[in-house]
């Protein structure tokens, strides 16, 4: 079994809060990430996928295949996008970068799963400081 | 003369478009930079600042306080805001990285001055891949 | 189940060496890195915890309160400071960043638990060539 | 049970393809990576052993010695060299990052083993964006 | 006046050379960068260039200008090529990182000049080690 | 003009302090920096050389030979070594990262010119947020 890691990037505004909630309530669960006027960040996404290599080619699967499934169904949604009112996948979402890469992890999976690998592992950077990952 | 440089970080939302243009003429000049819904960065900030080492302590500048300048007059003005919409020092200006550069050096200078050493340069990453210096 | 990790860094002092043995023999075994004057590293630390994201709020843990669990007992124990001398959690140990990582999960683990997250993993980089992982 | 992680690099020329397919067969599937004339990589090497910390010495493995394995089996064969012409272990396979890392592990895995740890992971990235990783 | 970076990346082959020597004299003088098989680097790119940010758009150039040029110019001939062979900008010359950096300085020079800004600097990494740096 | 830049590293303990000053007036001017027992880092070193290409060679310097001469009188000299105790050019200096650098560039200076180039910068980055530049 191989591992493969396609990385991307986006840059995106969001907001951490429920709609619910007072902007008091909110800023004290999520600190200055509840900020009302928005803020943002430059995300970084891996996309790892696992298979045997064919005989054939010698690869599990064609990165640019895997790279043209993540920027058609990922980056081209939400680069220069504000997560919370612009991205279908999110809406109606915290958004957390665990709903993030959980979304992420639903759109790709179909995609993915039809080239004959299998999605691993949605990992993403927020900061230098913070990451999730996810594996379904 | 030695040159000193401190890096910090911030998290911003922030749009490029001219109020009196219409959506598509910020589009066209600005392209996916003028997303009406904001979009965000990583900003991460280097100031460097110059003068001859004391003799009695070493160093150019303490770097404590250098930190505490930058985090006082920038950081916590900027940090998980909107630049367009929150941030004094940069009211009235397009929202490019250049802009930022030099309205980040006019708040630093006065600062930076009263501690004997001189403001060198502003350098600021809005990604990866682009980057602006200003040295005044 | 969602992984979520937090980067911290700390420079810190220390010397790889057994008490009982000759300075000839510890570098032998050791190599440079028993030096009897010391040697230091800017070391960086990934705590990585594991748990559901809730419902109510999004993610698996608040990260405002993972950074101060790690800062608070870990970082503000270790950072500038002499690990074979001063770091009362690696006292009588090893000072091999193996040792280091078994130790700083021991201190995390019960702040951790409190929280209703698990703790996953301590992932410690000695230098840009060397890490350490561990999984408890 | 700890996981030791040593990184190397090497730079190296390559060419992905089959000597029984037509130049235009190669590049409709391995695209530019084709080339007939060649081209390059940094690549970045990562090597994972797994064991318990020894109590004498508290390491799982001396990292001198890991490295020492890497460079001579590994580095000193590849670098600056080019892998489909000139690397043994590479003989009669497709040069795809796929192929190096199992090629890697295989010609490893008797000299970690000989030092009684056991090996772990290969990780090869190609550049910043594309990865690999086997497990055995 | 202010500094506008960007970066762009290329994978190439090259060989470091004189033809009219023996592969021994090119070993003594270049070392392992004068195999006959050609090895080859990932190389990162920053090309600066310097103006006044224009009252109308609060930028000195418009970056997706700028990495137009440097796509058209310098990306699209040399990525995944063999820099010996097949870039014309570079025929004739030995494939030092001092040569392409002055080469590729002589290509952009004319494209930057049509947009009223200025060529301030090439600088090319072939390593995290080595780089080089070009004012023109 | 060409510049020429190679970064190396090391690890190396330090501690900040004036022998004729008590540990409180040390630690009001120097911090955590000032710790009696010692702390340390990882130091990034850049030595930047300028000169003009040869024809002959078509590099400003053999980077092997620069290699070396940084190797042979600074790392060799300082790396996995106690700054204020052992390394004979930072006797008698106060252990700034700005004494490093000067010192490290009256080191270099005769040998780099031996060689026909000119020194022209080193650069130490003491952590990932502070650095030096020094330029003679």
Known sequence: MIYLTRRE?????????????SDEDNHRIFG????????GHN?????????EPSEE??????INILKQII???IINKID?????????????KIATTES????IWNELVP??????????CIKIEETENNSIEYYG
Chains 1, 2, 3, 4, 5, 6 share one sequence.
Do not use: Q
């Open 9 to 21: 990037r986006f840059c995106a505004a969001h907001r951490m809060f429920r709609e619910e909630w």
């Open 100 to 103: 993030l890469a959980m979304a």
């Open 111 to 120: 995609f993915v799963e039809k080239t004959g690998a299998s999605l691993h």
């Open 80 to 92: 220069h996008k504000n997560i919370n009112l612009e991205v279908d996948f999110m809406k109606g």
């Open 71 to 73: 920027l058609d169904n």
């Open 32 to 39: 200055k990430c509840s900020n009302p006027n928005w803020h």
């Open 43 to 51: 995300y970084t996404l891996w996309v790892t996928v696992k298979g």
């Open 57 to 62: 080619y010698g690869f599990v699967m064609n």
